[in-house]
């Protein structure tokens, strides 16, 4: 079977999966959630999540370099490095956790008055969650570079239901901890089937030796520096937006941007599925010395095609069905802004295709427009979005569209070079 086949069959089986798991995470974030958080609790989520995911960031750096270097030794076929560059990647993982937990420990009674959050416990409970929301991708990462994407699919059916019940029984009586809690449970069952998943390759039979992948630590390194790179100014925007959003905006907007936000992750989720079953294909043709540039076009194209008609169907249809909702009477002047910022998630997840395409094949050309773009996007969402959501989604539209017409511009100039 050709790598296109395979690719693209792997794509369906996965995003079958995972829209299925969607459904019990839709009825958790727009129906279970609203109906027992208040506004102000709901403007709460995004900026406790955001401050969480922040302090994991050499997390999320940690499982784009492990997963490209996982994957080009299981294309080699050295299942022994595999195994050592796994044992050692989730040592690695684990310590990084618990730093970065024991940082935000320290940083809880800032975050509380920051936030408005009255309950530390609350706090230190999203921090764990945003944590947590770093260190599965690792696992994913593992399970992605091995080309498990039946393990892929049944984690995250799994997942989401455990998710759904557990928020149904401890939201009434915990609220905001309540639903992170929620989250961590969901986080706990994946590590738990990627664990077993993985059960041949962590605890088979031939003896590892200790860091066996030292000989190719430099090129490694010089990887990891690009990524961390790429990683931290990507972060920038989301957490100046998070906070704008919480520090700068009322309570009612704030939690409408919770709401719209959750449909707009619609769009996010299927994008990022592509991109999950992209890296390792991009990662194996540039191991055997071939072009996957043809996997690009259509990933990039299938992603952000999809989600502008996604963004096209809210537009019509959510405006019909907010005021039927229980608990969305004071969100339907906002129902259009779920199809607007569908939108921004469309060319942002679109780009990121682009990014993870380019991080598989060890090139970061993009990081010459990625940087000033970021760093200007947080400018403007810190000098110019207090006061209204819409302002906010003009600012993140604008800045979406600018680095689309890069990446646009970057693959035009760069059509054969693509290749390896």
């Not at 509380?112 to 994913?140: C, I, K, M, N, Q």
Request: with cysteine; glycine share 6%; net charge positive.
């Amino acid at each position: 079977m050709s790598q296109a086949k395979r690719f693209w069959l792997s794509l369906v089986l996965v995003f079958g999966a995972l829209r299925l798991a969607d459904v019990a995470n839709a009825v958790s974030g727009l129906w279970v959630v609203p109906a027992h958080l208040s506004p102000e609790a709901l403007g709460a989520v995004p900026p406790l999540s955001a401050f969480g995911a922040f302090l994991a960031l050499p997390m999320g750096a940690v499982a784009v370099v492990f997963s490209r270097q996982l994957c080009a030794y299981a294309t080699a076929g050295d299942g022994l490095r595999a195994r050592g560059l796994l044992r050692d990647a989730l040592a690695a993982a684990t310590l990084l956790f618990l730093a970065a937990l024991g940082a935000a420990a320290l940083a809880l009674p800032w975050l509380r008055d920051t936030l408005r959050v009255e309950r530390s416990w609350d706090v230190f409970l999203a921090v764990a969650y945003g944590l947590l929301s770093a260190l599965v991708p690792l696992f994913t990462a593992a399970l992605q570079a091995l080309r498990r994407f039946g393990a892929i699919a049944a984690s995250n059916l799994l997942s989401a239901p455990s998710r759904l019940v557990f928020l149904l029984f401890c939201l009434p009586a915990l609220g905001l901890s309540g639903y992170f809690l929620g989250q961590i449970v969901a986080f706990l069952v994946l590590i738990a089937v990627a664990c077993w998943a993985m059960r041949s390759l962590l605890f088979g039979p031939g003896r590892c030796p200790v860091l066996a992948w030292r000989d190719d630590a430099r090129p490694i390194a010089r990887y990891a520096g690009k990524v961390a790179l790429s990683t931290l100014v990507g972060f920038i925007p989301v957490l100046a937006v998070s906070f704008v959003i919480r520090a700068r905006l009322p309570g009612t907007e704030s939690g409408a941007f919770y709401l719209v936000s959750r449909f707009s992750e619609i769009a996010a989720y299927c994008g990022n599925t592509v991109a999950l079953v992209l890296f390792p294909f991009a990662v194996a043709a540039r191991t055997r010395g071939e072009s996957s540039a043809r996997l690009h076009d259509g990933a990039f194209l299938a992603t952000l095609l999809g989600g502008a008609a996604l963004a096209a169907l809210f537009w019509f249809l959510l405006p019909l069905l907010f005021p039927l909702i229980p608990g969305y009477a004071a969100y339907v002047p906002h129902a259009r802004l779920a199809a607007y910022l569908t939108l921004v998630t469309a060319c942002n997840v679109a780009v990121a295709t682009h990014f993870s395409h380019a991080q598989a094949r060890d090139d970061f050309r993009y990081l010459a427009y990625f940087i000033p773009l970021s760093l200007l996007s947080a400018a403007a969402l810190w000098l110019f979005a207090s006061g209204s959501l819409l302002r906010v989604l003009h600012i993140l539209f604008a800045c979406a569209l600018a680095q689309l017409l890069c990446v646009g511009a970057e693959r035009l100039l760069t059509h054969e070079r693509i290749a390896p």
